[in-house]
């Protein structure tokens, strides 16, 4: 059973997230940080909100963790984020991605689409 803090936000316990899935989330979230300064430094708005679209929920799953969280990050905010981003680059989360789908297959959860 994962450890519980209580969390000042919500006055209740929250469900930490397993140290190395965040680990991961956290690349994710610097990386589309990132993304997010270079597309906004040139004026790609569509861009910023694609991106922003892609990790907002992020902070959540590592805040309070739950496997459905995590699993509904992975099987519609990820392939959404896909489908935005047809014909542009999204290279840059394939190596999180990666070890992303590896630790959910080992915390048996539901990835439905290959990357």
Not at 27 to 38: E, F
Not at 63 to 85: A, K, V
Request: aromatic letters at 8%; proline letters at 3%.
């Amino acid at each position: 059973m994962e450890d519980a803090v209580f969390c000042f936000y919500s006055q209740e316990k929250c469900m930490l997230c397993p140290d190395e899935i965040a680990d991961v989330l956290l690349r994710i979230l610097s990386v589309a940080l990132l993304r997010i300064r270079k597309s906004g430094s040139e004026g790609h708005a569509e861009e910023c909100e694609t991106e922003a679209d892609h990790i907002h929920n992020l902070p959540a799953i590592l805040q309070n963790y739950s496997p459905e969280l995590l699993e509904y990050y992975w099987n519609i905010e990820r392939t959404g984020f896909l489908t935005s981003m047809a014909g542009r680059s999204h290279g840059s989360f394939q190596d999180e991605w990666h070890d992303l789908r590896r630790l959910m297959d080992e915390h048996g959860l539901n990835c439905r689409d290959e990357m």
